[in-house]
């Protein structure tokens, strides 16, 4: 931690930004493009090599990648544990799918007001949740995110427990393409992933994000700057909320159904899993727990029926063992390469 | 260093073995694969087991082959979850090569996957999930079911309650939608029959469970019965309250089908001896198809057959004649678009143990009736007496079949 | 006896069967800051537990004894022997802490799922209620006499649970020990094992909720995850980690549940959130929570 604090605002003058997303040499300005390039360009290949499984599931993996990076906006840079990310999954998701079946919306249109809602939700929300913090937040969440369940379940409208189905997907005849062709949308959603991810990671370099980060190392002190933390926190909830309400926008079009399971803890629980074994403190952590989340539970399927037991110790284990989760893992490997290749390596 | 003789045969193994893993897997002798989705874990593991027994006395009976293709039956955990359904759809689909989609309990998972039958073109032919919706507004060409739906079931009851003499009843159930439509359908037989009902009361999903309320409410109403629709774990919580508060001699406790299912009976430590329970199918049947139906569960199993696993044997027998049919149909091949086989299936008229089962425009299993029984105290244990037969109700319209 | 008599005295056996749920979890939190999401776990092995000690004895007394003790021993091995090294070895004991425990719920109720149906081959049981206790008692309307048992024992347990912590040495040896584990080594009493005993005991708490429960209600894989809501929204309105705000929280979402399903049904469902907005809006750390700031 840097001892100038004391003297001068740190967000405005320092050189470089706070720790907190940074660490691992994998992160800031480069770093990022090196990282987000090759995945696209990995990504975008497999419509064409692979049959449709493949697909399918890295389709999930984007989304939950959005979904899970979103929620890292709360938890590892600003350090609040949110149990409430599915709420906005569902918020964004139901959105979608009521503004093109029952208004008749384009499905473009339906997508950036389902998003918009979902982060109006989350201010709205973020105003009352903010008003704890810690473990007290983290309860909050689960009890707001379990109310979005229990009125989705009641709401006949929107077909209550059982969901709506026959959601439509983007129109993109004016490009001559078939949005229902899997390995079209597969397509979109990359687009729609890539740039989420730059999105995000613009937010997170910001003189926002740097702000966000310094109430994470210290709430008090960023106070005492004279900062107004309480708006940016529920500023920051917001966000979380708007990707979480993406990440919503695209699952409905990718499943074409929606029903209140999307809002429950469970759920919610499932993305701070997929951030925890990630990492939380690297910018692509979250995806690569998404990555691995979607995958092993695919594989693990096909092995044993008891995907709980290997699931709930395997989160335990990475929890207690695995600090900074893989990607922290991959970065030290990286760091050790690197400094076996004589270079001095980067950031503690 | 030396180099390996020719890598070129290794390198082509290699990518068709990562191309093989990728790409479905091509039907090397002439089989036909079925994919039974079911909630393996989570409180319906029971009732997942009896239906897969139930399919595969079915696949027992064809001899495990449909007009000279050998079925494959592959069993995949729903956890009771619309989300895993869907994942495990896809992969069944894309992987697997599944011709036809069975099985489901749970009514999210069913509208999920009928979604998934339109899209994909794939038959699926649902189990146990209930929701109207299902053969009504969700119903596409792709998709038949072979249980029942939940109105015509709780107007059957409903009005024979009324006309057996039944006035005034008080309703119960969970404030969902379910919950709401499936006491709508009761009022239906109930109230068209003209019973009364005094007050319907909802009691609010998820949290701890109290019966309490509903059950004084009923006394302080003077109603003759409480009709209720509680599955699972509320059932059983019911059902010992309804004792505790001194409830059994005077006002009976009454639910069709789930409320006093026998995989619920060792919880409800004898509470339910007595009561009277509505149900699609009990051993005790006398009719032939049921007997046959008892006499070879018993040969396979070792045990009497519940309802559950005639659902699924009725599945089963659905799924596999209508796959026989429309591949006869199409020359001895399968048929390259399959919803030959849900449109052979929706015409048959199965001997089903549950009677005589056919299919309506909306591609809903109808039989003429259900059964009403008593929970007795057996020599084995608890059982079911049979009480009497009574008719069957309608589906509610909404399906627009295109 | 009037309806609405009828309906405190309802509330009133909710109430302590929430709080009964609700104070092992308070317990762990308000002493050792660990938040044990893990907590409807312990609930519910305590409720498989005494389902086979009342099917193998035939006793739901020797049920209540000796099923509890079982939670308790595990709590007392998970805190010793995991969560205490690694809050050693410096992780944050309220996140990391939090989410592990999170992930042994999943690992307990799958491993509940497996056993249950593959080894006990039901999927739901029930603990047999004692024959004292089965019955009915007359007040104006039948009452189950076991929901009054309920009653009893939730103010027996509060009782004795702020005995415990405020009249005994034990209590002031736990705060002490959270606020300043050094001096309280130096007083030759070895912490760690104070705080296991600390857990063990917010686990046998659970236990016995979960006996109690296996009789009134019914034990299946499900009821780990579905006393998790309930339980936090009685922790949050009463203040975490205070024994008095647990107990008059539970008071007031068991009263709060209970008459609003019998006067003002439709909004039933939704009534305890209401509670849970009104409170963070008027007093977000509890009704005997502490004050934000003092962290």
């Known amino acids: ?348 | ?402 | 006896m009037s309806f609405f008599l009828f309906n405190l005295l309802n509330g009133m056996q909710l109430s302590m069967l929430l709080f009964l749920m609700a104070i092992g979890f308070t317990i762990t939190f308000g002493l050792m800051n660990i938040l044990n999401l893990a907590h409807g776990a312990f609930y519910m092995v305590g409720a498989y537990m005494g389902y086979m000690v009342g099917s193998l004895t035939g006793s739901f007394w020797l049920a209540l004894l000796l099923a509890p003790l079982i939670p308790m021993v595990l709590g007392f091995l998970l805190q010793y022997l995991v969560l205490q090294p690694l809050v050693d070895r410096g992780r944050d004991i309220h996140l990391d802490m939090a989410l592990l425990t999170f992930g042994l719920l999943f690992f307990v109720v799958g491993v509940a799922e497996l056993v249950s149906i593959e080894i006990l081959h039901i999927t739901f049981a029930s603990i047999r209620k004692p024959a004292l206790l089965a019955g009915y008692v007359n007040i104006g309307l039948p009452y189950p006499s076991f929901r009054l048992f309920i009653i009893g024992l939730g103010i027996a347990v509060g009782l004795l649970v702020w005995l415990l912590l405020e009249r005994t040495i034990i209590g002031a040896v736990v705060r002490g020990g959270v606020d300043d584990q050094e001096t309280v080594r130096t007083m030759g009493i070895d912490v760690h094992l104070v705080f296991a005993g600390v857990f063990a005991f917010g686990c046998w708490l659970a236990g016995i909720s979960g006996v109690v429960a296996g009789a009134e209600l019914s034990i299946d894989s499900s009821m780990a995850a579905s006393i998790l809501v309930p339980t936090l929204i009685v922790v949050v309105l009463g203040g975490l980690g205070s024994v008095k705000g647990c107990f008059i929280g539970a008071i007031v979402v068991g009263m709060t549940q209970t008459l609003t399903q019998a006067y003002a049904p439709a909004i039933a469902a939704y009534s305890i959130y209401i509670l849970l907005t009104l409170i963070l809006v008027v007093r977000p750390q509890g009704i005997f929570g502490r004050a934000p700031g003092a962290a």
Not at chain 2, 126 to 145: F, I, K, M, Q
Not at chain 2, 374 to 395: H, M, W
Request: glycine share 12%; with cysteine.
């Open chain 2, 1 to 402: 260093m030396l180099k390996p003789k020719s890598r070129i045969p290794g390198a082509i193994a290699a990518a068709a073995c990562a191309l093989s893993l990728m790409s479905p897997a091509q039907a090397q002798d002439r089989s036909v694969t079925v994919g039974l989705m079911l909630p393996y874990t989570g409180v319906f593991a029971q009732l997942a087991r009896d239906l897969e027994d139930g399919w595969r006395l079915a696949l027992d009976e064809y001899g495990g082959e449909v007009a000279g293709y050998q079925v494959v039956l592959l069993t995949e955990d729903t956890e009771g979850s619309a989300q895993t359904a869907l994942q495990k759809a896809q992969k069944l689909i894309r992987s697997d090569d599944a011709q036809v989609l069975a099985g489901v309990v749970s009514s999210a998972a069913a509208i999920a996957l009928a979604e998934v039958a339109q899209n994909e073109r794939i038959p699926f032919v649902a189990a146990n999930a209930v929701a109207d919706e299902l053969t009504g507004a969700s119903c596409n060409p792709y998709v038949a079911r072979t249980s029942f739906s939940a109105n015509a079931l709780q107007s059957a009851v409903g009005q024979y309650l009324a006309e057996s003499g039944v006035a005034r009843v008080v309703t119960g159930a969970d404030d969902y939608s379910a919950g709401h439509a499936m006491i709508e359908g009761f009022a239906r037989g109930f109230e068209g029959a003209g019973g009364e009902i005094l007050e319907q009361s909802f009691t609010p999903l998820g949290q701890t469970g109290d019966f309490g309320p509903l059950l004084m409410r009923a006394r302080q109403l003077g109603a003759e019965a409480i009709y209720t629709f509680y599955t699972g774990t509320e059932a059983v919580q019911i059902v010992k309250q309804h004792a505790a508060f001194g409830l059994r001699g005077d006002i009976p406790l009454l639910g069709a089908v789930w409320l006093y299912d026998e995989t619920l009976w060792p919880a409800m430590e004898d509470n339910m001896i007595g009561a009277t329970d509505f149900t699609v199918y009990s051993h005790t049947l006398e009719t032939p198809a049921s007997e046959r139906f008892e006499a070879a569960f018993e040969a396979m199993y070792g045990r009497l057959p519940i309802a559950g696993n005639a659902m699924g044997y009725d599945n089963g027998v659905a799924v596999l004649e209508g796959l026989a049919r429309a591949i006869e149909a199409n020359g001895g091949e399968i048929p390259e678009d399959r919803v030959a086989v849900i449109e052979e299936l929706t015409a048959l008229t199965l001997d089903s143990p549950r009677g005589p089962l056919h299919f309506n425009a909306s591609h809903n299993a109808v039989v003429d009736e259900i059964y009403v029984v008593e929970v007795v105290e057996g020599e084995n244990g608890p059982a079911q007496r049979f009480l009497a037969a009574i008719p069957y109700g309608q589906d509610l319209p909404g399906c627009d079949m295109e």
């Open chain 1, 1 to 348: 931690m840097s001892s100038s604090m004391t003297d001068q605002p740190m967000p405005e003058t320092a050189s470089k930004p706070p720790p907190g997303i940074t660490g691992t040499g994998l992160s800031a300005g480069a770093g990022f493009w090196a990282i987000l390039l090759p995945v696209v360009a990995v990504l975008a290949t497999v419509p064409l090599l692979s049959g449709g499984y493949a697909t399918v599931l890295l389709i999930e993996v984007m989304i939950f990648g959005i979904l899970a990076t979103g929620l890292n906006f709360l938890l590892g840079h600003m350090g609040y544990v949110s149990f409430c990310q599915g709420a906005f999954l569902g918020c964004g998701a139901y959105f979608t799918a009521v503004a093109t079946l029952f208004w008749g919306w384009p499905v473009w249109a339906a997508m950036a007001a389902a998003v918009a809602a979902a982060g109006l939700v989350a201010l709205l929300i973020g105003m009352f949740v903010m008003r704890t913090r810690s473990i007290q937040f983290l309860l909050i969440t689960l009890a707001f995110g379990e109310m979005f369940h229990t009125a989705a379940i009641k709401v006949r409208a929107t077909g209550g427990d059982d969901g709506m189905r026959g959601i439509p997907r983007l129109d993109l005849s004016a490009l001559g393409l078939e949005a229902r062709d899997d390995s079209v949308f597969f397509v979109v959603v990359l687009v729609v992933f890539a740039a989420a991810m730059i999105a995000l990671k613009l937010l997170t370099v910001s003189r926002f994000g740097r702000i966000v980060a310094g109430i994470r190392e210290s709430e008090t002190r960023m106070r005492s700057l004279g900062y107004e933390t309480w708006g940016y926190r529920v500023a920051a909830f917001a966000v979380a909320g708007l990707f979480g309400g993406l990440a919503g926008a695209l699952w409905a079009q990718y499943a074409r159904f929606v029903n209140p399971e999307l809002m429950t803890w469970q759920i919610s629980g499932e993305a701070l899993l997929m951030v925890i074994i990630g990492g939380t403190r690297n910018f692509f952590g979250p995806f690569l727990g998404a990555l691995f989340f979607v995958l092993a539970k695919a594989w693990l399927a096909t092995v044993t029926d008891a995907y709980l037991i290997v699931f709930g110790l395997l989160f335990v284990l990475v929890v207690a063992f695995l600090e900074g989760g893989i990607s922290g893992l991959l970065g030290r490997f990286l760091r050790l390469g690197r400094r076996q290749a004589g270079r001095i390596g980067g950031e503690a």
